[in-house]
T-cell receptor
Framework: KQEVTQIPAALSVPEGENLVLNCSFT??????LQWFRQDPGKGLTSLLL?????REQTSGRLNASLDKSSGRSTLYIAASQPGDSATYLC???????????FGQGTTLQVKP | GAGVSQSPRYKVAKRGQDVALRCDPI?????LFWYQQALGQGPEFLTY????????KSGLPSDRFFAERPEGSVSTLKIQRTQQEDSAVYLC????????????FGAGTRLSVL
């Protein structure tokens, strides 16, 4: 059974710092991996999607990497801003079922 | 519509009541998913539709949970005889095709069972 773990559970940093969020999964047979952002009381917003054949994806100040063989992904946020404060979730999709299996999330606070 | 719409946004139910949660996916999206998110946890898969066909309901926690999508667009998640442990946010997501596309999420329905 696929399990997804995110470390740390919470993170507080001063504005301007670069930071890394970690995600690990137990079954390397994934279809893709997605990073989401969730603001309090809101739904999930997709940030980056990495197909199983890819190593990384970049969008603005965000960079996500995928090492399928070791079951790990990282989300790198450059020059963090207070507006980046949110919960970040990673999710893997296995096979063709379509369902996503989520980690518990990392709650990020960026202090001005 | 512009995005996935869920209603109601908030629902308070007395234990034992039946509730119905609605999801209106993005127009033209074939696939629709329901997830349950407990406080402080990541979402957990409940069920999946491709058009009107329910292809996976392995995540439904009990036979009190029932989902339908009769015309392949709007979906309803029904919970019968609600219990306190059903309190959670119920998220709906849609995507254009079954396996590969990004899932777009609604804002969710927060259910509180007293």
């Amino acid at each position: 059974k696929q399990e997804v773990t995110q470390i740390p559970a919470a993170l507080s940093v001063p504005e301007g710092e670069n930071l890394v969020l970690n995600c690990s999964f137990t079954d390397s047979a994934i279809y893709n991996l997605q990073w989401f952002r969730q603001d309090p009381g809101k739904g999930l917003t997709s940030l980056l999607l990495i197909q199983s054949s890819q190593r990384e994806q970049t969008s603005g100040r965000l960079n996500a990497s995928l090492d399928k063989s070791s079951g790990r992904s990282t989300l790198y946020i450059a020059a963090s801003q207070p507006g980046d404060s949110a919960t970040y979730l990673c999710a893997v999709k296995g096979g063709n079922t379509g369902k996503l299996i989520f980690g518990q999330g990392t709650t990020l606070q960026v202090k001005p | 519509g512009a995005g996935v719409s869920q209603s109601p946004r908030y629902k308070v139910a007395k234990r034992g009541q039946d509730v119905a949660l609605r999801c209106d996916p993005i127009s033209g999206h074939v696939s629709l998913f329901w997830y349950q998110q407990a406080l402080g946890q990541g979402p957990e898969f409940l069920t999946y539709f491709q058009n009107e066909a329910q292809l996976d309901k392995s995540g439904l926690p009990s036979d009190r949970f029932f989902a339908e999508r009769p015309e392949g667009s709007v979906s309803t998640l029904k919970i019968q005889r609600t219990q306190q442990e059903d309190s959670a946010v119920y998220l709906c997501a849609s995507s254009q095709v079954g396996g590969g596309d990004i899932q777009y999420f609604g804002a969710g329905t927060r259910l509180s069972v007293l």
